[in-house]
């Protein structure tokens, strides 16, 4: 399963994203401009992260 390009792209009410182990492909601009985004926990099973995905977030923490 992927992610579709530009999903959630400005959506300034996310502040943590938690994604499932069916999430393969997080496309380009997905999450892009969600300002307020701080936590980003990975999929075990993600094999690529497209073109600024994750632009203009406050991610400061990480975890796969």
């Known amino acids: 399963y992927k ?3 530009s999903s959630f792209q400005s959506c ?3 502040n943590i994203v ?3 182990n069916s999430i393969e492909t997080i496309d380009g601009f997905a ?7 701080t936590q980003l926990q990975l999929s075990n099973n993600l094999l690529s992260i497209g073109v600024n995905a994750f632009q203009n ?8």
């Open 57 to 64: 977030t406050k991610i400061t923490s990480l975890e796969f």
């Open 18 to 20: 938690k994604l499932p």
């Open 31 to 37: 999450f892009a401009d969600c300002s307020n985004l």
């Open 12 to 14: 300034i009410s996310l």
């Open 3 to 5: 992610n579709k390009s």
